[in-house]
């Protein structure tokens, strides 16, 4: 005899099946464009020296990972931008409880705030290379600065919109500033925290990357412009390959733990 499925069970069902009709059509999307990618260069439709080839650069992996330097620059980029990433958003999140705490101050930095964002950090790579030198602490600099105004600006807008009225009513009961700030306007800004964790995962990436490009002897970044300058495409789409797969893997771990924080929260 056929059970008969509840509303409940339809709906699980139904979602589990456009879940995995989605990861499928991902898969299809990547794969699809591996193979046109090796087909337009095994034909000679596009030339491999300006676009290199999968099949190349699984090659130049394989032989990468042989030699196995290349565990020394992934490990190397990756400590930079962990340290970037961490560093940002602990001071980041410091500093919109204070600016929250001080409305003076949170009127005072709001245009700086806003010219600061809109700064590209880039022009400051010779600046920060003079205040704390070339190497490791440049590079982690370069990360920090692009992601902590975002933080800041993310994180200080959740605090702020707190509704006015539960303030009032807490105030009213007695309770103190740092109370307010406990109970309501931190457990109100978690998701807002969670989802500046996810966007600093990728800006984390992006700082790291651009200050490998400005100093560095080693890393990612640096076999990307190495393959550049000597004209080794292979090494270049290799080395943006892995970078690829490691701020996928990053996000994924960061996406869990948010996951598994609001069932907690």
């Known amino acids: ?76 980029t990756l400590i930079e931008c962990i340290l970037g990433f961490a560093i940002s958003t602990v001071v980041g999140a410091v500093i919109a409880v204070a600016l929250w705490w001080s409305e003076t101050a949170r009127k005072v930095s709001e245009p700086y705030l806003v010219v600061l964002n809109a700064l590209p950090k880039i022009a400051l790579g010779p600046i920060i290379i003079i205040w704390v030198g070339a190497g490791v602490k440049a590079i982690v600099a370069m990360a920090f600065l692009i992601c902590i105004i ?23 009961m007695g309770a103190s500033k740092w109370q307010i700030l406990r109970k309501l ?13 996810k966007i600093n995962v990728g800006l984390s990436w992006v700082g790291t990357i651009m200050g490998e490009y400005l100093v560095s002897s080693a890393g990612l970044g640096y076999l990307i412009i190495y393959g550049g300058q000597v004209f080794q495409i292979d090494l270049v789409m290799t080395s943006t390959v892995i970078l690829c797969i490691l701020a996928a893997l990053m996000y994924a771990t960061v996406a869990l733990c948010c996951k598994y924080a609001k069932r907690f929260s």
């Open 150 to 172: 975002v933080t800041v600006i993310s994180l200080l807008n959740a605090f702020v919109g707190v509704d006015e009225g539960k303030i009032f009513l807490l105030r009213s």
């Open 185 to 197: 306007v931190i457990p109100y800004a978690i998701p807002d925290f969670l989802s500046v964790l």
């Open 1 to 76: 005899m056929k059970k008969i499925l509840s509303p409940r069970e339809i709906y699980l069902r139904g979602e589990k099946r456009n879940k995995n009709k989605i990861l499928i059509l991902r898969v299809a999307v990547l794969v699809l464009f591996v193979a046109l990618w090796e087909l337009v260069t095994a034909i000679g439709l596009v030339d491999t020296f300006f676009v290199s080839s999968p099949s190349r650069i699984f090659s130049t992996a394989v032989d990468l990972f042989q030699g196995g330097e290349i565990w020394r620059h992934i490990g190397i």
